[in-house]
């Protein structure tokens, strides 16, 4: 095979700090090259190097990127803006924060079609809805006029995806391209790009901290480690015989996905959901009159008991993240009862409803959008402390306290002076659930804590909180789309599909005899490291 895209010798630094150290490594024509490690090991920061989108502070120190025999450092931003989209596409980690806010989704996906290929309108429409349909969008007609906001995480990321192939480039960057997605999407998705990269020998370089999702797409493995590759083999070589410390390491910690053991207690209910609603109005004509209701949350009854875990798990837009919004009391279309503590939360008002703010907090899916860019971490931890009242008075002890907390979620004190956008997105998470454990609370709502994180630190942060509810006593309600962690962190599971339950129990019951032919279909499509 012929190379495609050849990195030599690449160096960046920031001022004398060395971000990437004299990295090399090659694609080959048809090839899936992972490229796995540590979030801020420079695996992101690679791949904007290859866009030639680094920020200006970031300076190239030495080396080279040669993409089908031209050197994209030669090329001016003219010329650049006409290889980007038609010959690299890349599929960003975060979609919320890559996708134009006041655009549709198709006119953003017709956007790129008519700027390298020339279209016309209804030529436009046509491709972006098979688009939709590759990426398994639902109701792509309707979904083409919707805009960033009214889709969930999952659903923005596949736009994303659809945006990357409307080219049909040379070599595609999939930067965590299936982060945000639930099993059956994701294994739709990779098997899509396996496809298509058999069918149009299309190299993607794939990012990743899913060891399992390696194992299944690449041909070539390379782990970075605070800016070099430590490692560099072929995917059988790779899994069979790793042979850096760290490496071993890394699959180690991929391989750990046994349940746990405690000490069993009696259950004691914390919180109690009977009978859910939230139906969301759909309206339409000049009136805006309604004329129907999409069902988000449909019937839904479940508990959680103190010091217990449910984990909620599901496809994109089955609901979960909007069944932790109405327990929070976000959504004004709540219907049923949400008891905590014996109090039902819905329908009571602002004043009454401030004593459980501190006892219910959340850790977000996106981290990037849920935290304030213009203030300091330490900021953003303070502000919740002092507004509910909780911790110390004085300065100086509440600086001692936040240090305390970015330890706790491995993240270093002097991080509480620095801002959001200095952070790689796996630490961003972090800082996200330091900000929930500040205020001590009693319910953690955790929605897709993990996400963002590489294997190592995922391990880390599941230890973390299950250390945490073993001193404290805290519960969680935990939404994710990642099978694998489901036996590492809860006692009870709750199946969700278009807004209703399907199956629920113990974890070990679930998971080793699903009955519903739904929860059969999750297992299934979920990866497995071998």
Not at 417 to 443: K, N, T
Request: proline share 4%; net charge neutral.
């Amino acid at each position: 095979m012929n190379t495609i895209l050849n990195v030599k010798n690449l160096s960046l630094t920031i001022g004398t700090q060395t971000l990437i150290d004299n990295i090399s490594f090659n694609i080959k024509h048809g090839e899936i090259f992972a490229l796995v490690g540590e979030s801020g090991s420079g695996k992101s920061l690679t791949s904007l190097a290859i866009m030639q989108l680094l920020p200006e502070a970031i300076a190239v120190r030495s080396g080279d990127i040669i993409l089908n025999d031209i050197s994209l450092f030669s090329l001016s931003e003219t010329q650049m803006q006409k290889v980007r989209g038609k010959s690299i596409a890349m599929i960003f980690q975060e979609p919320m924060s890559a996708l134009n806010p006041v655009m549709s989704v198709g006119m953003q996906v017709a956007e790129v079609l008519q700027v390298h290929l020339g279209l016309q309108k209804k030529q436009l429409k046509e491709k972006v809805l098979a688009l939709f349909v590759e990426v398994a969008l639902k109701d792509p007609k309707e979904r083409y006029d919707w805009y960033p906001h009214q889709l969930s995480g999952g659903q923005k990321q596949r736009v994303m995806i659809a945006i990357a192939l409307a080219c049909e480039p040379d070599l595609l960057i999939a930067d965590e391209p299936t982060t945000a997605l639930d099993v059956t999407i994701q294994a739709q998705v990779l098997s899509l790009l396996q496809d298509i990269c058999r069918q149009r020998k299309l190299s993607i370089l794939f990012i990743t901290h899913d060891m399992a999702v390696v194992s299944q797409m690449a041909d070539t493995v390379a782990v970075m480690k605070e800016g070099k590759i430590v490692e560099q083999a072929s995917s059988q070589e790779f899994f069979t015989h790793p042979k850096h410390p760290y490496t071993q390491k890394l699959l180690e910690d991929a391989r750990a996905s046994k349940a746990y053991t405690r000490l069993e207690k009696k259950d004691e209910i914390l919180l109690e959901v009977e009978g859910l609603k939230v139906y969301f109005p759909i309206k339409k004509g000049f009136f805006q009159r309604t004329r129907g209701f999409v069902k988000a949350v449909d019937d839904v009854s479940f508990s959680i008991g103190k010091g217990k875990t449910l984990a909620l798990v599901g496809e994109s837009g089955s609901g979960k993240s909007t069944i932790g919004k109405a327990i929070l009391s976000l959504l004004d279309e709540t219907e049923g009862k949400v008891s905590f503590e014996n109090q039902n939360l819905v329908g009571l008002d602002k004043k009454a409803l401030n004593p459980y703010r501190r006892k219910i907090q959340v850790v977000f899916q996106d981290p990037f959008s849920a935290l304030n860019p213009r203030m300091t971490i330490a900021e953003i931890l303070r502000e919740g402390m002092m507004s509910l009242g909780v911790g110390p008075t004085s300065r100086e002890a509440q600086d001692e306290s936040i240090q305390n907390l970015l330890l706790k979620v491995d993240l270093e004190a002097s991080h509480m002076h620095r801002y959001p956008h200095e952070f790689s997105g796996g630490q961003r998470q972090r800082i996200g659930i330091a900000r929930a454990l500040a205020v001590e609370p009693e319910l953690i709502i955790c929605d897709e804590p993990t996400s963002a994180l590489d294997v190592s630190v995922r391990t880390q942060v599941l230890a973390l909180l299950r250390k945490l509810q073993e001193e404290s006593g805290v519960s969680y309600l935990f939404i994710t789309h990642d099978l694998s962690i489901v036996p590492m962190v809860a006692d009870t599971v709750v199946v969700m599909k278009e807004g209703k339950i399907v199956e629920q129990g113990l974890v070990k019951d679930v998971m080793q005899n699903p009955q519903h032919p739904y929860t059969q279909k999750l297992l299934a499509s979920a990866p497995e490291l071998i």
